[in-house]
């Protein structure tokens, strides 16, 4: 098992950049994800990790040791591919073992090689050591798919092939597990199920692992920590609750979860709060911040809307007019885009049974409390 | 693998190798041909780098270069009357096999009609044998004392029905050994074109007929005339049927060119005819393309269209008939070696005057060899071919090598006849005095057959995932155990299939074998050759039944395996 440290890591192809000064420093036994846009580089950072790629400047760290030169197939790290790239002439048990024969064979001499060329090529060929038999059934039973040993993969459901090549990875206990948007390829309600199944399995083993997706959902529910990349940099790095309730731009405002941007400056201090204004509003917050050109980040659980006039006295700063574009009943929630001069907010209601919904056209108040107004 | 410094010497080295050995034994032979069209005289390029003297003697040569074989084309009488008279036979080739084969294609595309199953398992005879076999089938069947022309005689007939040792007797040949290779397109043609369009025009009341030359026909055009123009190719660059039957005052280009090396060591002239010859096949090839180019007649993607197939019992049965008919020609050219090589004698009969095995018996005691040096140098070009097309795939497929695609599909172009004359003339002298070895035998079949390996080769590699790869190195194997346990065994059947065709091939080889093999490596096609020359003919009949019966064999096995791997 191991840390990981990138620094600096730099990878250009022919003219385009895909990674730019990338720095990631992941602890022994996280759960780490990398979250960002498609084309961002995420699945480039994670093969010069594996060694698919070789940067073109920066050092990869695994544990104490630099692996720039090491080859990748001696890096130990196990990767699950988006596509699973499970061997298709080889049964479950054969694809789980593969490793575990690798390892042998390049222990072994000549003479001992051959018996293990034999039965990689066919199965007929050869009968496997029961160590290598016990430790395969082993994780096969670990992921649940010790019923399906000797069927081919293609024989498989999407959800038990990924399962394979998780085991696949695992077997040969590697210093980090690396997973390029592994659930992807699955539907919704399965996805939902892997997660748990990998989150529980990361934690069982205290695997160090590192996680490609592009769907926030999957990051912020998964990982310990996530990084936000974009455009071939590394933009926020922190724990799913620092990433929400301090994004450090309005991108990554918008990437994790909804967010309204504002655009606005800060005219003075009152109170401890810093007053912004902006066209048509004029808000209180408790954050302090040195420019004076600032984006207002609120997020739209923390809007309360109201029909004119019913405001309790306890609501009275940060209050806006606005108008009800669309309403959307989502179940629990009540989510409405209102109009506010040229800005359109999104905002969240909690709906309780009884009251009745803000309908299209109707005037309405908003308030904010400036504690849930972030200035960045 | 992207990893460079563990693979950059050993995959570099081979690629460097893979583009000096078509460098040296494919483009080499071509340019140093070209050459020798203007100087008239054989160039040693390999020589002139090695050696000042032949440098100076090769200045001296060009300096002498001059446009007089190009003249002769047209001032030289029998260089042009062989222009023309292949482009005569290879343009009626091609339009009797079409139009011979439009009812026979839509008969397989849009009837019911009966013994469809029958006559395409026929069909695939032609392709089996190598056309100077056919050739000398149709002189058993229609020669002086064929059983043909007995039976024409008995019915009344003067003479021969139709005279094998003539242009007639060549287009026979073709026609019939060739139209398979048009028939398959034009079917999927058929089968491709809008089936609403013709329904349409039978709901407005048009006729059958009607409906067949002004809507069905007219979609099918493009795949028909792509067809006519593979003929065109294929019968261009026929040189087993020419030398057998083309009479001596028939010039044909093929037959030109090799008396031209082979009788007179005429360099110039040959070169000019060889330099024709693969303009020719290469400017067809390229039109054959170009028009099938964007249609893909031979994969009905998408969602299968419920076809409605013609089933009036007068048509179907007309077709039904014209068809076995056509295709049972053939066949019965087959029987008739069979018998003959099975006969005491067969004098002008229909059937031979008695039966005996001793023809068998004699090749089998004094031509063991010659079945020997063709599986030996069937199988040298097989792993050669192996070795070759495998890693041209993984470089075109896995490095994008474009350069390396286009090189491998030159030798489709150059008909064998051209490309062995390019090599005697290249290998002639030192420093790579190759001729008359069977080493450039062994390169020759290699180098002819090699587009065809590649092509299977490809496919397969295509379809195995580079991160199929990848997964197998990232779980501890190096790229060279990666290659053997994970990417060959995925590539074997494709390798199999492939090498089993290369191998079939390079034992049905003509031209090259004709022209390159030296007597101690003479392979079966040469030894019939000779025998047939020599008028042993039921030694001849004997050893191509023995060559048909391999290939036959051969053939089954490799369908097997291409079948298994669907
Ligand atoms: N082999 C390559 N050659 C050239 N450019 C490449 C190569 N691999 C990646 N790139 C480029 O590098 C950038 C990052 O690609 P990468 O595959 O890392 O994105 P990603 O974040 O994994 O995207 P996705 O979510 O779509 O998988 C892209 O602009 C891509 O086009
Ligand atoms: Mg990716």
Redesign the interface.
């Known amino acids: 098992m191991g840390s990981v440290k990138v620094s600096q890591l730099t990878k250009e192809f022919s003219g385009v950049h895909a990674l730019k000064n990338v720095n990631l420093d992941i602890q022994e036994g996280e759960f780490f994800a990398l979250l960002g846009p498609s084309g961002c580089g995420k699945t480039t950072t994670m093969r010069c990790i594996?060694?698919?790629?070789?940067p073109t400047s920066g050092t990869i760290q695994i544990g104490e040791a630099k692996v720039n030169?090491i080859?990748?197939?001696?890096r130990?790290?196990?990767?699950v591919?988006?596509?699973y790239?499970?061997?298709?002439?080889m049964n479950v048990f054969e694809n789980v073992a593969?490793?575990l024969n690798?390892?042998q064979?390049?222990s072994s001499n000549i003479a001992a090689k051959l018996p293990i060329?034999l039965r990689?090529?066919?199965r007929k060929l050869g009968k496997y050591p029961k160590p290598i038999e016990q430790k395969v059934m082993e994780i096969l039973e670990y992921v649940e798919l010790d019923k399906h040993a000797t069927r081919l993969t293609s024989e498989l459901s999407g959800g038990q092939q990924q399962r394979v090549a998780l085991a696949?990875?695992l077997v040969?206990e590697p210093a980090v597990l690396l997973m390029d948007e592994p659930l992807s390829n699955l539907d919704q309600k399965l996805r939902h199920s892997m997660r748990n199944t990998i989150r529980r399995i990361q934690q069982d083993l205290g695997i160090t692992t590192i996680f490609v997706t592009h769907d926030q959902e999957e990051a912020m529910s998964m990982a310990d920590r996530v990084a936000v990349m974009d455009s071939g940099e590394v933009k926020q790095i922190g724990t799913p609750i620092e990433l929400y309730s301090r994004p450090s731009t309005p991108f990554i405002a918008n990437f994790v979860g909804t967010s309204n941007v504002l655009k606005g400056t800060v005219v003075g201090q009152e109170n401890g709060y810093s007053v912004v204004k902006g066209h048509g509003f004029l808000i209180k917050s408790t954050n302090h911040v040195e420019q004076k050109e600032v984006n207002v980040i609120v997020r739209p659980e923390n809007i309360k809307a109201f029909k004119p006039g019913t405001i309790s006295s306890d609501e009275l700063t940060n209050i806006i007019e606005g108008t009800v574009l669309v309403s959307t009943y989502l179940g629990s929630i009540v989510r409405y885009d209102i109009k506010v001069e040229e800005y359109q907010l999104v905002v969240d209601t909690t709906f309780v049974p009884g009251e009745s919904i803000l309908t299209e056209g109707e005037k309405v108040q908003l308030t904010i409390d400036p504690e849930r107004v972030l200035l960045i | 693998m992207k990893n460079r410094l563990s693979s950059f010497n050993g995959l570099t080295l081979v690629k460097v190798l893979i583009y000096l050995f078509f460098g040296v034994f494919l483009l080499l032979p071509l340019v140093s041909v070209f050459l020798v069209s203007f100087t008239g005289q054989p160039i040693n390029l390999l020589g002139s780098i090695t050696d000042p003297n032949i440098l100076n003697s090769t200045i001296e040569k060009f300096s002498s270069a001059s446009f007089d074989n190009y003249e002769k084309i047209f001032t030289n009488k029998t260089y042009f009357s062989a222009v023309q008279n292949s482009l005569e036979l290879a343009i009626l080739v091609s339009l009797i096999v079409i139009v011979m084969c439009i009812p026979i294609a839509y008969g397989i595309a849009r009837t019911t009609m009966p013994f469809k199953k029958t006559i395409a398992a026929l069909c695939t005879i032609p392709l089996i044998v190598p056309t100077f076999i056919s050739a000398y089938a149709i002189i058993i069947m229609f020669g002086r004392a064929g059983w043909v022309t007995y039976i024409y005689n008995s019915l009344g007939g003067e003479g021969m029905l139709l005279n094998p040792y003539s242009m007639a007797g060549i287009v026979l040949v073709q026609v019939f050994f060739f139209f398979p290779y048009a028939l398959w397109p034009m079917v999927a043609a058929f089968k491709v074109s809008d089936i609403s369009l013709e329904e349409a025009s039978l709901n407005l009341g048009a006729r059958n007929w009607f409906t067949f030359i002004f809507v069905t026909f007219p979609l099918a055009i493009p795949g028909v005339i792509s067809s006519a123009l593979l003929i065109f190719t294929v019968s261009f660059s026929d040189f087993g049927t020419p030398i057998i039957l083309a009479p001596k005052d028939l010039n044909l280009l093929v037959v030109e060119a090799y008396r031209e090396i082979a009788g007179f060591f005429n360099w110039g002239g040959a070169a000019i005819l060889t330099v024709i010859m693969v303009l020719v096949a290469a400017f067809f090839f390229w039109l054959q393309h170009l028009f099938t180019k964007g249609k893909n007649y031979g994969s009905v993607s998408g969602k299968p269209k419920q076809q409605k197939l013609n089933d009036s019992k007068g048509l179907t049965r007309t077709l039904s008939v014209y068809s076995l008919v056509l295709v049972i020609i053939p066949v019965l050219a087959m029987i008739s070696i069979l018998l003959q090589s099975l006969a005491t004698t067969w004098g002008k009969n229909p059937l031979p005057n008695g039966y005996t095995l001793s023809h068998y018996q004699t090749i089998f005691s004094s031509s063991m060899g010659n079945i020997q040096n063709s599986i030996v140098l069937a199988l040298g070009a097989l792993i050669l071919s192996v070795i070759i097309a495998t890693f041209v795939s993984y470089f075109v497929v896995r490095q994008n090598s474009s350069k390396l695609d286009f090189m491998t599909s030159i030798p489709l172009v150059v008909p064998g006849i051209a490309f062995g004359i390019a090599l005697i003339q290249t290998f002639n002298t030192a420093p790579l005095h190759l001729t008359g070895t069977a080493l450039l035998l062994i390169v020759a079949y290699t180098i002819r057959r090699l587009p065809y390996m590649v092509r299977s080769t490809m496919g397969t590699m295509r379809a195995i995932k580079q991160d199929i790869e990848e997964a197998a190195v990232n779980l501890g194997a190096t790229p060279l155990t990666a290659a053997i346990t994970i990417i060959g065994p995925l590539m074997l059947p494709g390798i199999a299939a492939g090498s089993i065709l290369v191998f079939i091939t390079v034992i049905k080889e003509t031209s090259i074998s004709i022209l390159l093999a030296p007597a101690d490596w003479a392979p079966m096609s040469l030894a019939i050759f000779q025998n047939i020359l020599r008028g042993e003919y039921y030694t001849a009949a004997a050893m191509s039944v023995v060559l048909v019966i391999i290939v036959l064999i051969l053939q089954a096995i490799a369908n097997r395996i291409s079948k298994n791997q669907l």
């Open positions: 594996a060694g698919f790629e070789q030169h080859p990748p197939n001696k130990n790290c196990g990767m591919f988006q596509s790239a499970l061997f298709p002439h593969y490793s690798i390892k064979l390049n060329y990689l090529l066919n696949r990875a040969m």
